[in-house]
Each structure stands twice: as structure tokens, then as C-alpha cells.
């Protein structure tokens, strides 16, 4: 039974990319009702009595574990023998510790079912489609062959290493001896010694130019052979030890989940990276019967996720490609939200829409190789005095933005005394804690505020909106900036 089932509280930590650190520290306080929660770089750590159903339903994270060990972070000498020795004693020391730990993660995974999914091998975001389809297809080809070929270990774009290690087969009996002797409970040591797993290891600072990740991940896959007498598995292991070690702490997890949150089963041909979507349509204030526009809507995934998380809400979605608009129209079918989403052919510099007719305009400004950033700076001050027009007063427009059309739109918005528009990219902005976001009218609505940072929200104003809110956030390899406006009064009326 699943650990709130059983009345248990356990510690996770969830992975997210940056910027979304403060957008996962809200939902899993207010999904989950999370307690001691601490937010870092990448990282939000949280206790919470949940169901696997429950955890899985978080929108902003990318991987979700079950934490066996935080520790500051090691001391780091050229002596390669004592910093593998201060490694593994990680793994060796309090182990009826870290059995009642994988207990609970077998109750959790039994819920699940074993093998229900496979592996994610990388986990790394995903790429924009529209301008990295080919290189993602050949990366995952190269992730193929590899698989095919390597038998010690794996590593992935994201800088993890799976690592089997050497003599498997004699350690594993080696182990097995010792451990039903010692023990002298024959039952528990044969299920040690079915409990396959492997070694997932990531390294960055100081240590990292030391010790590799395949030298930490063997190192401590030995020493786990040797104390619980498992077998290494690299292909298709019952559980994965999870290690990353940088200048700041020493983490140790277990995946909940074989495939990461952010991979959305009701999504057929991804666009946007779906957590990108799903923290732009929480910053929107979607309530029960609102209108929502995406005018560039693309294969639709903002939609999706809105439409997903807020149901009781009437989406639209226009874009001008037709290729795109088929790609939203199956992504819909494939997510069952026909009634909720409907498309339309348009360019957004003209909607054949009433104006304030929405209560919502959220929208992905597409850049990048395929589009022209030059022709996208210049069309920009119409597509902002379009949306303007559609939005109805109190209404908000949630923009994503790159480096290059966030700096412009800076340009088009400031008033005569605004002297701060780079305020985000050169760090100076001030951050505070947003007023509570109503989501859908419903207390148990998964965001109520974010931690902001603001770009002079008090000076900044186009016609008659008015930036809230600017957040910088990673795309992968790229950075972008999600602008959030509110129209204060009728346009024209300011």
C-alpha cells in the first residue's frame, strides 16, 4: 500500500529546471500539502504523506525521488582512495536506515506495478520541435548504439553515468554468502539477491576533477553488492541508485516514477516543453467559465496543459501554419479535450475576434532557427496591441519570451522615466512573493502564489497593461523570459 495509505510520511526531492524552482515549491505545498520545504538550484526537497496517483500529478517538476540521503557536500583531496572511502560510507553506514527506506519505495513501486514504463535514458529537456527535430532524432539514434555496444556503463546528455560494475557475477556470490550468514534469515537474503539495480551518478566542482562518475558509480555499486547482495543490472534493474555530489551537497535518491513527470502521456507530438506550459497557464488565474487564447498557439501544448489542469474553462487556440494547427488537432484528440479546445486559422496581428472577449491570453512568441528574430522584433508591437485588445479589464497576458524579444519588448512597454528594462538580465531585479493566484475557484487549486521577480512592475506599461511579473527560465540550451501583464482598464481609456 501506497505510503499514505500506510500513515507515512516520507522525504522526496523533485528536479526542475531553472527558474522553476519557486513554481514546484508552491504546487507540492499546495497539491501535496508538503511540509519542510527547501528550494535550490534545481532542486525541491519535501515531505508529504501521498499516494504514487497524487505524487504523479505534479505539473512543474521533471524527476521525482524518493530521498535516502542529503549531505553537505564532501571534502575533496588528490587522494582518490579517501574520497571514494568518504563516498561509499554514504551507502555503508546506518543501513537498517536505508532498508526501511527501500521498504517504503517497494510499497510505493508495488503500487505501480514492476516494468511499467521503461527507463528514461535521458532525461534531458525536451527540444523545441520545430527547429531541433533532426538533431534530437540522431541523438537518439547515437543513444541506440550505445545501448547496443557499452556493457560497463551509459551516460547521458545530462551528465550521468550508469555504471555496472566489475565482477559482477563473483561479488554478487561473494555477498550472498556473507549476507545469510551474518544475517542467518535465509528469506531475506534470497530477495537480496533477486533485487537487481544500477548506479546512476552525476559529478560537478571540485570533485568532479578528481574522481569521473564511472570511477564514483562502480566504486559504490561494489560496495552495495558486497552490503545487500544485489545484482547489477544496467538494462532493465528493479531499483536505480541515484548520486549527484557537487560543491554544495551529496544527494542519494530513488526514481518513483521509470519515465520523468514531465513526460505527458496525453501528449502525442511535443512542442513546448510541457512544464514551461504548465507554469505559464498557472500564472494566468484560469477560473471556472474563464475564456483562454493562445494566438500562436503552434501543436497547441499551453493549451493542453491549461486545459488539463483548469477543465471547467473555454480554450481557443489560432495559429497561421496549417501544418501546426493539424498537429494541435491530433495532440487534442489524443488528450480527449475536443470540447474543451477550439481552433481556428488566423494570423495574430488580425483575429476575427471580438475585442474583450478573453479573460486570458497566454502565448509562446516562437523563436529560434526557424524564425526570423528580426521579423519577430518588428511585428512584436502588434502582436502585444492585438492581445490588448482581445483582453478583457483584469484579464492577464502570460508571454514567453527569448533574450532578444524580452530586451525589445522592454523598449516597446517603458514610459519616459522607466531606466531599468535589463534589470533581469543583469540580476538586479527585486524579488518579492506574489499576491495568492487563484487558479480555478478551488482552495485545493495547485498554485497560490510564486516567488516573483519583478522587472519595475510599477513603471513599465503598455496602453493599459502593466507588467506584474517577469521570470527567467532555461529552455535546455537556451534562456527565455515569461512576461506576465495585467490590463488595468479599457485600451484607450488609461
Excluded at 95 to 103: A, E, H, L, N, R
Excluded at 395 to 416: F, N, P, W
Amino acid at each position: 500500500m501506497a505510503a499514505a495509505a500506510a500513515g507515512r510520511c516520507a522525504r522526496y526531492f523533485c528536479t526542475a529546471g531553472r527558474g522553476l524552482e519557486p513554481f514546484l515549491e508552491r504546487e507540492v505545498r499546495a497539491r501535496l500539502g508538503a511540509t519542510e520545504v527547501e528550494c535550490m538550484s534545481g532542486k525541491v526537497f519535501f515531505s508529504a504523506e501521498a499516494a504514487p496517483g497524487e505524487l504523479r500529478k505534479l505539473k512543474s517538476g521533471e524527476r521525482l525521488f524518493l530521498l535516502l540521503k542529503k549531505h553537505p557536500a564532501l571534502a575533496v583531496s588528490r587522494n582518490k582512495g579517501k574520497v571514494l572511502h568518504d563516498i561509499k560510507s554514504l551507502f555503508t553506514e546506518e543501513p537498517k536506515y536505508w532498508w526501511d527506506v527501500i521498504s517504503l519505495w517497494r510499497n510505493l513501486h508495488g503500487c505501480e506495478g514492476k516494468k511499467d514504463e521503461v527507463f528514461q535514458e535521458d532525461p534531458s529537456p525536451l527540444k523545441r520541435k520545430s527547429e531541433e527535430e533532426t538533431d534530437t532524432a540522431t541523438k537518439r539514434q547515437k543513444t541506440e548504439q550505445v545501448r547496443e555496444t557499452v556493457s560497463e556503463e551509459h551516460e547521458t546528455e545530462a551528465g550521468e553515468r550508469r555504471v555496472v560494475p566489475e565482477d559482477c557475477q563473483s561479488e554478487s556470490e561473494t555477498s550472498s554468502e556473507g549476507s545469510s550468514k551474518s544475517s542467518g534469515e535465509k528469506a531475506i537474503a534470497n530477495e537480496q539477491l533477486n533485487f537487481s539495480f544500477r548506479v546512476s551518478c552525476r559529478c560537478s566542482g571540485a570533485i568532479a576533477r578528481v574522481l569521473t562518475s564511472q570511477e564514483i558509480g562502480r566504486a559504490v555499486g561494489v560496495a552495495l553488492m558486497k552490503q545487500c547482495g544485489w545484482r547489477a543490472d544496467l538494462r532493465d534493474p528493479d531499483l536505480e541508485i541515484f548520486l549527484h555530489l557537487n560543491d554544495v551537497h551529496c544527494v542519494v535518491g530513488i526514481p518513483l516514477f521509470r519515465l520523468p513527470l514531465a513526460n505527458r502521456e496525453y501528449i502525442k507530438t511535443a512542442g513546448l516543453r510541457s512544464t514551461i506550459a504548465w507554469a505559464m497557464a498557472s500564472l494566468a488565474e484560469i477560473s471556472v467559465g474563464a475564456f483562454v487564447l493562445d494566438p500562436m498557439c503552434g501543436l497547441g501544448t499551453i493549451l493542453l496543459e491549461a486545459a488539463k489542469e483548469w477543465p471547467e474553462a473555454c480554450y481557443w487556440g489560432a495559429d497561421i501554419s496549417d501544418s501546426q494547427l493539424e498537429g494541435a488537432d491530433v495532440n487534442i484528440k489524443t488528450a480527449g479535450l475536443m470540447d474543451k479546445i477550439e481552433l481556428l486559422k488566423a494570423s495574430v496581428k488580425a483575429l476575427p475576434l471580438p475585442s474583450e472577449s478573453f479573460d486570458a491570453v497566454i502565448s509562446d512568441i516562437p523563436f529560434g532557427k526557424k524564425f526570423k528574430i528580426t521579423k519577430d522584433i518588428e511585428v512584436l508591437p502588434d502582436i502585444l496591441q492585438e492581445m490588448e485588445r482581445l483582453l478583457r479589464v483584469g484579464g492577464a497576458i502570460v508571454l514567453l519570451l527569448s533574450h532578444d524579444l524580452h530586451k525589445r519588448m522592454d523598449d516597446i512597454t517603458k514610459c519616459a522615466d522607466h531606466d531599468s528594462r535589463d534589470a533581469i538580465s543583469d540580476g538586479t531585479s527585486e524579488s518579492t512573493t506574489a499576491e495568492a493566484l487563484h487558479a480555478d475557484g478551488n482552495s485545493s487549486s495547485p498554485v497560490k502564489g510564486v516567488e516573483e521577480s519583478f522587472l519595475s512592475s510599477r513603471q513599465t506599461c503598455f496602453g493599459s497593461l502593466v507588467l506584474e511579473g517577469a521570470y527567467g527560465v532555461s529552455l535546455g540550451k537556451t534562456d527565455a523570459f515569461i512576461y506576465k501583464y495585467k490590463k488595468i482598464s479599457a485600451a484607450g481609456n488609461q
